[in-house]
């Protein structure tokens, strides 16, 4: 279900660092686990991060350890992917997704937003 909102992306240089932010006016987030996820076309979407809504542990992707940091904000109902370093690799649609209860690692994800595109240029 489209319910979620991403902003945030856009064209950036190698090396450089965007704050990706995802909120919703209809999913509450202090009950759901939330996550993010990329994809560019003809790829499998990738599991970026999550975090946990019951104590906020959160989960990287492979690629994503080191230099992607992802943090929630209850009272502000919302969520941030801070992506540091950035590769022209990292270029993709940037995707959140929020799970109510979900576990780490959750292999279901019932909120999705439309993406915001990061494109990282060298």
């Known amino acids: 279900q489209v319910q979620l909102v991403e902003s945030g992306g856009g064209t950036v240089q190698v090396g450089d660092s965007l704050r990706l932010s995802c909120t919703s006016s209809?999913?509450?987030?202090?009950?759901?686990?939330m996550a993010w996820f990329r994809q560019t076309p003809g790829r499998e979407r990738e599991f970026v991060a999550a975090?946990?809504?019951?104590?906020?542990?959160?989960n990287y992707g492979s690629f994503a350890k080191g230099r992607f940091t992802i943090s929630r904000d209850n009272d502000k109902n919302t969520v941030y992917l801070q992506m540091n370093n950035l590769e022209p690799e990292d270029t993709a649609g940037y995707y959140c997704?929020?799970?109510?209860?979900?576990?780490?690692?959750?292999?279901?994800?019932?909120?999705w937003g439309l993406g915001t595109q990061v494109t990282v240029s060298s």
């Open positions: 997704a929020a799970e109510y209860w979900g576990r780490i690692p959750s292999q279901k994800w019932t909120y």
């Open positions: 209809s999913v509450t987030f202090g009950s759901y686990t």
């Open positions: 975090i946990s809504w019951r104590d906020s542990s959160t």
